[in-house]
C-alpha cells in the first residue's frame, strides 16, 4: 500500500532532550516536507527536499533540523525542544515538483502529537 | 511573498445546503491550487486541484475553478452531506524566490459542520 508513515504518532516530552520524528515513504517520491498545524495558523512549511541531500527552509525552520540521506526517509530533529514546539507535526511527500506540474499533489502521513512540558 | 487567506469558520450548514468556502491568493509566480481535506484525527488529504487559470478542478462533487482575474479559487457544492464534516484547506505551490524551489503554502483552514 501507498503510504507515508511516521513514528512516533504520540510523543510527551520535556524541555531540551534530542528528540527525532521518523517520516518514510514508499512511493519514490523525490519531494518531501514537514509542516506543524497549530489552532488558528493552519500548517506552516518548516523544511522541504527536493531530492536527496538537497533540502531547503521553509517558512518556520527555527528550532528543527532535517536531513535527506535516502530518498524514503526525512527525518525531523528537534535538538533542544521548548514548549513552544508542541503542535500536530505532518509530513507529507509528492512525484516532483514543476511549473503547472500535474506530479506535486502531496500526500500525507498521519501526523504525530508532540507535547513539550 | 505568496498568501492563502481563506474565509474563517466554522461554517454550520444543514444537510443538502449549498456550500461556498471562499479563497483567495498572492503568488509571484504561476502557482498551482488545491483543497485539501483533514477528516477528525486524521492527515490531510487531496480533495481537488487546478494548475492554471480558468482550470476546474473537481471531485465527489466538489468544485473550484482557478479565477486568475481575481486571484480565487473558492470551493462550492451544490448538496453537502453530513459525511462532508472536516476541515478544508486551501493552497497553492509556487516556485520560490531565485533559489528555484518550490515551497507550500497552506491557509487556516476553514471547519465545516454538516447537520442531519
Known amino acids: 500500500e501507498a503510504q507515508v508513515t511516521q513514528n512516533p504518532r504520540y510523543l510527551i516530552t520535556v524541555t531540551g532532550k534530542k528528540l527525532t520524528v521518523t517520516c518514510s515513504q514508499n512511493m519514490n517520491h523525490e519531494y518531501m516536507s514537514w509542516y506543524r498545524q497549530d489552532p488558528g495558523l493552519g500548517l506552516r512549511q518548516i523544511y522541504y527536499?527536493?531530492?536527496?541531500?538537497?533540502?531547503d527552509k521553509g517558512d518556520v525552520p527555527e528550532g528543527y533540523k532535517v536531513s535527506r540521506k535516502e530518498k524514503r526517509n526525512f527525518p525531523l530533529i528537534l535538538e533542544s525542544p521548548s514548549p513552544n514546539q508542541t503542535s500536530l507535526y505532518f509530513c507529507?511527500?509528492?512525484?516532483?515538483?514543476?511549473?503547472?506540474?500535474?506530479?506535486?499533489?502531496?500526500?500525507f502521513g498521519p501526523g504525530t502529537r508532540l507535547t513539550v512540558l | 511573498g505568496d498568501s492563502v487567506t481563506q474565509m474563517e469558520g466554522p461554517v454550520t450548514l444543514s444537510e443538502e445546503a449549498f456550500l461556498t468556502i471562499n479563497c483567495t491568493y498572492t503568488a509571484t509566480g504561476y502557482p498551482s491550487l488545491f483543497w485539501y481535506v483533514q477528516y477528525p484525527g486524521e492527515g490531510l488529504q487531496l480533495l481537488l486541484k487546478a494548475t492554471k487559470a480558468d482550470d476546474k478542478g473537481s471531485n465527489k462533487g466538489f468544485e473550484a475553478t482557478y479565477r486568475k482575474e481575481t486571484t480565487s479559487f473558492h470551493l462550492e457544492k451544490g448538496s453537502v452531506q453530513v459525511s462532508d464534516s472536516a476541515v478544508y484547506f486551501c493552497?497553492?505551490?509556487?516556485?520560490?524566490?531565485?533559489?528555484?524551489?518550490?515551497?507550500?503554502?497552506f491557509g487556516t483552514g476553514t471547519r465545516l459542520k454538516v447537520l442531519a
Open positions: 507529507a511527500s509528492s512525484i516532483k515538483t514543476g511549473f503547472r506540474s500535474s506530479t506535486d499533489t502531496q500526500y
Open positions: 493552497a497553492l505551490s509556487d516556485l520560490s524566490g531565485t533559489s528555484g524551489t518550490y515551497k507550500y503554502i
Open positions: 527536499s527536493m531530492n536527496v541531500e538537497v533540502t
